[in-house]
């Protein structure tokens, strides 16, 4: 299928199919339970992916409007990331990354500091998001000597033990408070002047007074928008007010652009469009362009805390800097900057919010349309206007069978989350605009 990547959805079966319905009862013998939610309905077993473009084991062609979890910004297999993966795998699959480094690491490091925000940007490299959030945090405590944390409600960090402390989610949490790090005070995240100006008090008072716990705190953890949450964007000037309240109480800030980050939401990196200066970041997601990398970036002055190495690195891991990833990582970049793809995001992701808000403005059931580039929401209400519990979850369901791909979030999966690769044609987007249109006015008619 040549052309796979620029398709309309075209549909062999009923999704799921035969082979995915097979394939969900053989995983349930042998997957953990907790993992993979599995029913009649749900979920499709991917085999190919290209462009904007899923194949599901069954034959059956996807407009995908996930991005994989955000990753695929450059569009599933872009060609000069497989160019890359097929020249790195002829040379070296896997090095040592903190004893005898493969030479792309300090390719790609390079790269990085050069686009980092400071004047001297240090640059450690991880393999998943929830570890470069644990070296940022165990960086918060080698600088300022400060334990205590302010993260907020609502959050998602990650799920080790470090990133799930300062995740604000209790669905994840309560089954292992007992192990969690208790110093953290968590503060309710805002979506308008008046919730921004409770929040900033709140953290104020944590600022001066310490965590619950009597920690003082060092950090502030914060995504510049939530995602997981529902997309949900602070109201301006609250980021900037933020940080300056934490550097005024001598905290440092920490941002999570695991996911806003390198392009997303229409620049770079999400602060940009506050005029923001976080003291470390963390991204990932997208820079592996489909291989696991993610990468926590600060100034020198800061992650200079961390010793040097004699020998043994403090905090490190078997595959720190891996070859493929790397390699993948310097050619998603060059894609990145070579196609504009910040600028396609913003252009695309306008045109997605104006024809969401003018086709569900006046729609009862739906309470919000927000966005930023191509991380767009829409929230669905009940009519007394509490969250329409698993609304979004409904929606994803059946905009499966009409073969597009989105996700659910919020707290009670109310929230449908788009999130489309950079790459989407006009005819692929405008499909999964007029899909979700009728699937949402069904959806929200219905309650």
Same mark, same amino acid.
């Given at each position: ?60 062609? $996807? ?42 690491? #300090? ?15 240090? #640059? ?19 600088? *300022?000597?400060?334990?205590?944390? #302010?993260?907020?409600?609502?959050? $998602? ?15 994840? =949490? ?6 969690? $790090? ?29 965590? %619950?716990?009597?920690? %003082? ?23 900037? =007010?933020?940080?300056?309240?934490? =550097? ?29 200066? %976080? ?19 600060g100034p020198s002055s800061l992650l200079d805390a961390w010793p ?19 390699? *993948? ?13 910040? /600028? ?6 306008? $045109? ?9 403005? *006046? ?47 919020? /707290? ?8 489309? %690769?950079?790459?989407?044609?006009? /005819? ?20």
């Amino acid at each position: 299928m040549s052309d796979l990547g620029t398709l309309l959805p075209s549909l062999r079966t009923t999704p799921p199919g035969p082979r995915s319905l097979a394939l969900a009862d053989r995983l349930r013998g042998v997957e953990s339970r907790h993992v993979t939610f599995l029913s009649e309905r749900f979920p499709v077993f991917w085999e190919e992916a290209r462009g904007a473009n899923v194949r599901d084991v069954d034959g059956n062609v $996807y407009v995908d409007f996930t991005g994989a979890f955000g990753v695929s910004f450059a569009g599933h297999a872009h060609p000069d990331i497989r160019a890359a993966i097929d020249r790195q795998s002829r040379r070296l699959v896997h090095g040592m990354g903190d004893v005898h480094p493969p030479a792309g690491k #300090v390719e790609l490091l390079e790269r990085l500091s050069a686009l980092g925000p400071w004047d001297d940007t240090r #640059v450690f490299l991880a393999s998943s998001g929830s570890e470069a959030m644990e070296f940022a945090l165990k960086t918060v405590d080698l600088s *300022t000597g400060r334990s205590g944390l #302010v993260a907020f409600e609502g959050s $998602y960090h990650g799920l080790t033990l470090g990133s799930l402390a300062v995740t604000g989610r209790r669905e994840f =949490r309560d089954p292992f408070k007992g192990r969690l $790090y208790d110093g953290v005070a968590f503060v309710d995240f805002p979506s308008s002047e008046a919730e921004a100006q409770s929040a900033l008090s709140e953290v104020a008072k944590v600022l001066a007074e310490g965590t %619950p716990t009597g920690a %003082p705190v060092g950090a502030i953890v914060v995504e510049p928008i939530q995602g997981r949450a529902g997309v949900r964007i602070p109201p301006p000037g609250f980021l900037a =007010r933020l940080t300056e309240s934490a =550097r005024s109480a001598g905290a440092l800030v920490i941002f999570d652009e695991i996911f806003t980050g390198l392009g997303r939401t229409g620049t770079l990196f999400a602060c940009e469009h506050e005029g923001v200066l %976080p003291d470390l970041m963390c991204i990932g997601k997208s820079l592996g362009g489909g291989l696991p990398l993610s990468a926590c970036l600060g100034p020198s002055s800061l992650l200079d805390a961390w010793p040097a190495s004699e020998g043994e690195a403090l905090h490190t891991s078997t595959f720190l800097g891996h070859p493929l990833a790397c390699a *993948t990582a310097l050619a998603f970049l060059d894609v990145l900057e070579r196609e504009g793809l910040c /600028k396609r995001a913003n252009e695309i992701g306008h $045109y997605l919010l104006e024809e969401f808000t003018r086709g569900l403005g *006046t729609v009862s059931g739906v309470k919000e349309v927000r966005g930023r580039g191509l991380f767009i929401g829409i929230e669905l209400c009940t009519p007394t206007g509490d969250p329409l519990a698993g609304g979004a979850a409904r929606v994803a369901e059946a905009a499966l069978r009409k073969g597009l791909l989105v996700l659910p979030a919020g /707290k009670v999966g109310e929230v449908v989350e788009i999130t489309p %690769p950079a790459v989407s044609n006009e /005819k692929q987007i405008d499909f999964g605009i007029a899909c979700l249109l009728e699937l949402v006015a069904a959806e929200a008619a219905g309650h």
